[in-house]
């Protein structure tokens, strides 16, 4: 299956583009950039690749959580694209984007190792909380624990406790971003560092073509991001609600 996905939900942009069992990628951390970036990257990978969205089979786009903003980017460049070219949509969790990339890490380094493990997703949603989420990784599957929310570092920390004493991994911004989940990386030594923060769009390809085969692909007007909070990431005025 030939697919385009996009991503510009974090700092990072990323576009990636797979042509049966070709990818063709690109990733950059450019915050504040990405309405500048986006489309030039996505002719680099077509034009790289040989091939015109017409011949394309499916688009993708991280629907988020993430920046509003960067969220609003994608769902804005993915909705024109689709209606250019009548191509379905597949929306993509950023959260599981940066898990699928952790098991394919998992698979790489531990390959005979068929012990199920856990991964928490915790990026920075500005204003004191993450965009939280934990799947199991059990060889290439994935499998979502607890649901994608935002919530205080607290929170997500309750909710690690039904995982307690089992192998976990993390990634994402937010272990770093706050104190709570900092203590806790320092309390569970055995944990590995934090090596994927950002979601990257070639992590969206298999859940693309998972979500095409389960039929959760939309036309272009249907299209719909996935923000969790309706509140704004900037702080309010003294006074103002």
Request: proline letters at 5%.
């Amino acid at each position: 299956m030939n697919i385009l996905a996009i991503d510009t939900a974090t700092e990072a942009c990323s576009v990636a583009l797979q042509l049966e069992n070709v990818t063709v990628s690109r990733f950059e951390v450019c915050p504040q950039q990405h309405s500048q970036r986006l489309l030039p990257m996505v002719d680099e990978v077509l034009k790289e690749a040989g091939v015109s969205l017409n011949e394309l089979d499916l688009l993708a786009f991280g629907r988020g959580p993430g920046s509003f903003t960067g969220v609003r980017i994608a769902t804005g460049m993915i909705q024109g694209l689709a209606l250019g070219t009548g191509l379905e949509v597949a929306g993509v969790s950023t959260l599981e984007a940066m898990a699928r990339e952790v098991a394919a890490s998992l698979n790489k380094t531990t390959p005979t190792n068929n012990a199920a493990q856990f991964i928490a997703v915790a990026s920075d949603a500005r204003m004191g909380e993450v965009y939280f989420a934990v799947y199991k990784a059990d060889g290439n599957a994935l499998t979502l624990e607890v649901e994608e929310q935002v919530c205080p570092p607290e929170a997500a920390l309750e909710q690690m406790a039904a995982i307690a004493n089992k192998p976990v991994v993390v990634a994402g911004t937010g272990w770093g971003a706050y104190e709570p989940l900092q203590q806790w990386l320092q309390d569970h030594a055995a944990t590995p560092e934090v090596t994927v923060t950002l979601p990257n769009a070639i992590y969206m390809l298999p859940l693309a073509s998972m979500a095409k085969e389960r039929g959760d692909v939309s036309d272009a007007v249907n299209v719909e991001p996935v923000y969790l909070r309706d509140k704004v990431t900037w702080k309010k005025l003294p006074g103002r609600e």
